[in-house]
């Protein structure tokens, strides 16, 4: 039972680590919305990113406290300080309040609309197996983004033959029922780097190198083919994209002729928009989906989907932001896939607003000239009709 202090992990160190009672992991570097903080959030793993000063502050054997709640580690902390940490977690465990949430509010299946009656559809971002148990205890209506990359990660980052690929699908058809589920082909991030698919030495630069559909076009029968084949057993399967890149968001246009969906991933094209590594905290701050040049970009491809009568969904970090809810809803979103646990806090700000409101406010926040400017204006909205209707 150890807590892992290191520079920086990978999510294939977390798989590793977590068949070994691990209970927790602080890094000097990385970011909250990197892939090791999203399979972290999966594995229901306390994870500390961006602790700078915490390798020359810890050693090893040191005991410690790890608050992931609060984002901190207690370093030789006194007993006093011990048995404070105790006294709150058995009060967390015992209290109906989690996460923010009301226990019943996690069963509330009742459709989700805004004030004046725009239907959103929420669905689960789904990576592990183990999260199909929480789509139905959260209200998720299907799976709107399943990380297949996490499943080949989980098995020690090994391919996976078409059968065994074909068992994971069924599985997860059969826990979304009728409900879609929407699965993105294997995409591996640049931090994440397998020995049995990565031959040479490692990219200067992997973030714009060998990653995502340029693995599976240069491995088709070894890893393209095994997943479509595993995946299309329905000809009638609706195909659509990833709209990751800022490439992909100008000319969605030209792509929703071919596709049947979009599917917006913010937290790669916020990092690609920006030029502001999403893995790492030292960006100054800089990284935000919230900023007017990323929803400039939604926002084309949401009227190049509505010319298309194409549907647009977001899977990224941003739609479990409650701050950002509103504002996407007013570019037109209207379907949000967050992590199971995010839904009820998004269910509760979708049926606290009006879409027509929501439409002002993004044309507002559009306007601003840095992501300063646009999270504080959505801050301050979000106090004003979120909390004053609650009340």
Known sequence: HSIVVARNLTATDLFRFSRHSLLGCVTAEGGATSHVSIVAKALNLPLVVGAQEVLEAVSSGDPV??????????????SATVEQYRQRQAEREASPLKDGELEDEKMDD????????????????????????????????????????LFFLAEGGGTLAEDE???????????????????RLLDLGGDERIPRMHAGPPEDNPFLGWRGLRMLLDRPDELLRPQVEGVAHNPDLPLGIMVEVPAAALQAHAFAEHVDFFSIGTNDLTQYVLAVDRGNERGGGGYDALHPAVLGLILRVVEAGRMAGCPVEVCGEIAGDVQAVPVLLGLGVDTLSVAPQHLPAVQRIV???????????????????DAETARRRAREWVDTHVSSSST
């Open 165 to 183: 690929q074909a068992r994971v699908y069924q599985t997860v058809a059969e826990a979304t029922g009728e409900a879609r589920a929407t699965i």
């Open 65 to 78: 406290v790890l608050d992931g709640y609060e984002g901190r580690l207690v370093v030789r902390p006194q």
């Open 351 to 369: 049926r606290a607003i009006g879409y027509e409101e929501a439409k002002g406010l993004a044309r507002e926040i559009l306007r601003a000239t």
């Open 110 to 149: 009742r459709p989700v609309t805004t004030t004046d009656d725009r239907t959103v559809t929420l669905r689960a971002n789904v990576g592990l197996d183990t999260e199909l148990d929480l789509l139905d205890p959260y209200g998720a209506d299907g799976i709107g983004l399943l990380r297949t990359e």
